[in-house]
């Protein structure tokens, strides 16, 4: 960990709910939905594209462990994956973290489309 002034850096301060050699996962200070995780490389880096192929499959083991452990924590009914590369996308921290956010019957009122709505006039599809 090396990133001067960044908030996933400072593991002392972090809640680690899970982790293994190369990631941990966190719930998100400012959850989307109950239970809303970031599963964040120990090491510094700003995108999904830099990481290298350890830690992808890391990065992918624990948001399979992070799944298991949210199905029997809140029963969600499904799940939404995202990761922001670069301001804008929507990256705030500049150090690469992967958003796993359950999603409930309900939640709104029309899910179709799903992570199209970063741009909400496309997340309804035109049939």
């Known amino acids: 960990m090396n990133g001067v002034n960044c908030p996933f850096c400072d593991i002392d ?21 109950e239970g ?9 880096f ?7 192929k350890d830690e992808i499959l ?10 298991n452990y949210l199905d029997k924590k809140y029963s969600p009914d499904g799940y ?3 990761v922001n590369i670069g301001r804008v996308s929507g990256q705030t921290i500049m ?6 956010i359950p999603r ?4 709104i009122e029309n899910p179709t489309g799903g992570v199209r709505g970063v741009i909400p006039s496309k997340m309804v599809y035109p049939f």
């Open 36 to 44: 809303h995780m970031l599963i964040i490389p120990f090491r510094h």
């Open 58 to 67: 890391a990065i992918y083991e624990l948001l399979n462990d992070a799944k």
């Open 46 to 52: 700003g995108s999904f594209f830099d990481a290298t």
């Open 95 to 100: 150090h690469l973290h992967v958003h796993l």
């Open 13 to 33: 301060n972090l809640d680690i709910i899970l982790k293994n050699d190369y990631c941990f996962a966190v719930f998100d200070k400012y959850p989307v939905n």
């Open 104 to 107: 409930y019957k309900g939640d």
């Open 80 to 82: 939404n994956i995202g």
